[in-house]
């Protein structure tokens, strides 16, 4: 009897295989092996990719390293590290783009390597400020290392104090500044500036598993899986994976998600989702269904969690009951007792511990509920001036329509693939609503869209790596509509990934000169601070400068320029005059006026074009205050009390 030989697909030229054959279809022992001679021609040999996936990942890193040294960070002009990048920068991220999608053809059989350029691609990304920079980078992040100094120094933290400079709310969400103490005193290092760079690093490698975890849960094609983490890196450029409380809480947040849609699942709720033939090729059947004495023990084991979420952020908790209230609109995951957990460890932390900023926010609500408009703004000013800051706001909505513009293609198209992955968009469209409630300080853009991203990321994805019907069985179309769909994967793929690493360095690196800070400011703000009296009044156009709150729980601070850009302008009529009133009677004060608040203040609007310098003149030129020091990259003034 002659032997029956198995077709084997060809791919083409496409990037894009076949999708990996579901567990146990795997095809017999023997099948797909060479023919016998005589009977037909010599099946095509795919090549061995696996053994030469690592020539682009060398050969990119091999670049990335030759421009390291070559980056001038020390002299960024208006476009921030734009314009500084050599060459060969851009090169290296277009050759391990070149190479993820390579190993993007043998994802199912060996994906590890795409991992290792995800790895690859995160560290070019995103370490070179960890590698280069001589200071904290974003000055802002200088406030977190001066909770951690206060927690160590003192032993303790005083959430209920009076402090000024908005750092109350940091001592009343402690945990992890706790966590942080204990890494400085593990770690023995002076403080945590010693790391705080690598934060983005160390939380991108943390934060890779648990996204691969979400991802499997609703599909089994290692390319979709894949593709969707390379794509959130990619997208990821809003900063908020820095040494903060957001990206520490961001992490375990979605730890818990994961935890919950792969082993939360009620019984008898999956319906046809269990069919193979009624899934989209690439999704996933649901999770086995776990009984109530199993879900019982989940919440155990995920209780310490909530309480590290809530004791570190006061936004996160927030967004993880809204989350999981929108797995109640699925048959699936309608579980109260996790949300109700979740909801009463949220109200004990904010009426013990976070009460006095909780109760602030109460009554903050009847003014911001509602308002759209102003509630999803970016920042204080809102309206971004400069080429470079220009550009990168523009690149900041260029990338989200990048991202939205596919995920929801393939939510319109691929409504099979949508049907199993329905919880993920649930909870990745669940912050929506929290436009209507509040600004968060001119970052709920941001936040919105953070939480939002790795359920996005996961859909643009599906978008372009369309899964191959006949692997499955299913309805596989005309050969030609099969053509067409894997030629157009070959050539959209690449585009959108290259397209997407091209958006993000405006949008990260854009406004650089407003996040390096060389080390004779942070210097000059540091003897400064630590010549002022216990008690004295720091005054300053903006907090975001290094060192702005060091010795925070001994001073008070006022940074007087963080408001409405036409108060400002009135301000700027006589700005020793708005000072000098604002300062209480007999308290010794200080103006402390760098160029990293030159900076800030133009690139995000709270000053006209030439405010910050007539602000520095004219204050100077005042009988009111003396200049106390004067460098370079900023002055100290001191206010002249009539009383003394």
């Not at 791919?11 to 023997?30: F, I, K, W």
């Not at 450029?237 to 990206?247: E, M, N, R, T």
């Not at 006022?558 to 009135?570: G, K, S, V």
Request: hydrophobic fraction near 50%; proline fraction near 9%.
């Amino acid at each position: 009897m002659q032997q029956q030989r198995v077709p084997t697909p060809v791919t083409g030229s496409s990037v894009l295989p076949a999708a990996p054959r579901a567990e146990g279809h795997r095809p017999p022992a023997g099948t797909g092996a060479r023919p016998p001679s005589g009977t037909g021609p010599r099946p095509r040999r795919r090549p061995r990719l696996p053994g030469l996936a690592w020539l682009p990942l060398l050969l990119g890193l091999g670049l990335w390293g030759y421009a390291l040294p070559r980056i001038g960070f020390r002299t960024m002009g208006e476009y921030g590290l734009l314009d500084r990048l050599p060459v060969a920068f851009f090169a290296a991220l277009l050759v391990l783009t070149a190479g993820f999608l390579l190993a993007l053809r043998r994802a199912g059989t060996a994906p590890w390597w795409p991992a290792a350029y995800c790895v690859g691609m995160l560290l070019a990304l995103k370490a070179p400020p960890a590698l280069l920079y001589d200071s904290v980078r974003y000055p802002w992040a200088s406030k977190h290392d001066a909770v951690i100094d206060t927690l160590l120094a003192n032993g303790e933290l005083r959430p209920h104090a009076p402090l000024s400079g908005n750092m109350a709310a940091y001592e009343q969400w402690p945990g992890f500044f706790g966590l942080n103490a204990a890494l400085v005193r593990s770690f023995g290092v002076d403080s945590a500036a010693a790391y705080l760079n690598w934060a983005p690093v160390v939380l991108g490698l943390l934060l890779m598993p648990v996204l691969v975890l979400l991802y499997r849960t609703f599909t089994e094609d290692w390319r979709l899986v894949w593709t969707g983490v390379w794509i959130y890196q990619l997208a990821n450029w809003v900063g908020q994976d820095y040494l903060a409380p957001q990206g520490f809480a961001y992490l375990l947040h979605l730890t818990v998600l994961a935890v919950v849609l792969r082993h939360f699942v009620l019984p008898g709720s999956a319906g046809r989702l269990r069919d193979r033939t009624f899934l989209d090729p690439a999704a996933a059947a649901v999770p086995p269904p776990t009984g109530r004495r199993q879900r019982a023990v989940c919440v155990l084991v995920l209780v310490p969690l909530l309480v590290a979420i809530n004791a570190s952020h006061q936004l996160t908790p927030v967004m993880l009951c809204v989350s999981l209230s929108a797995l109640l609109l699925t048959r699936r995951y309608r579980n109260f007792g996790l949300l109700a957990v979740a909801c009463a460890v949220m109200l004990a932390w904010d009426l013990t511990m976070g009460r006095p900023l909780f109760m602030e926010t109460l009554g903050t609500l009847r003014e911001s509920l509602g308002e759209l408009t102003r509630n999803s703004r970016a920042g204080y000013a809102g309206r971004l001036t400069g080429p470079g800051p220009e550009l990168a706001g523009l690149a900041n909505v260029l990338m989200v329509l990048a991202i939205a513009v596919p995920a929801a293609f393939a939510v319109l198209t691929r409504r099979r693939l949508v049907r199993s992955a329905l919880p993920l968009l649930l909870v990745s469209a669940a912050p929506l609503p929290l436009f209507a409630v509040n600004d968060y300080g001119g970052e709920m853009l941001f936040r919105v869209y953070l939480f939002g991203l790795p359920g996005a990321a996961f859909f643009a994805a599906a978008a372009l790596v369309p899964a191959a019907r006949a692997a499955r069985g299913g309805r596989a179309g005309s050969p030609r509509a099969r053509t067409v769909r894997r030629r157009a994967a070959a050539v959209a793929l690449p585009l959108s990934l290259v397209a997407l690493a091209a958006g993000f360095l405006p949008s990260y690196y854009g406004k650089e000169r407003m996040h390096y800070t060389p080390p004779a400011e942070t210097a000059l703000v540091t003897r400064s601070i630590d010549r002022a009296p216990e008690g004295s009044l720091v005054l300053a156009a903006t907090g975001s400068f290094p060192k702005a709150l060091h010795r925070y729980d001994r001073l008070e601070h006022w940074f007087f320029a963080e408001q409405e850009l036409p108060e400002n302008e009135r301000m700027l009529a006589d700005p020793a005059r708005y000072l000098a009133d604002g300062i209480p009677p007999g308290t010794q004060a200080y103006v402390i006026l760098t160029r990293t608040q030159d900076v800030y203040t133009a690139g995000e609007g709270l000053l006209p074009p030439g405010g910050f310098a007539k602000l520095r003149d004219r204050l100077a030129a005042s009988p009111l205050f003396t200049v106390v020091e004067e460098h370079p990259y900023g002055v100290v003034l001191e206010h002249r009390s009539p009383a003394r």
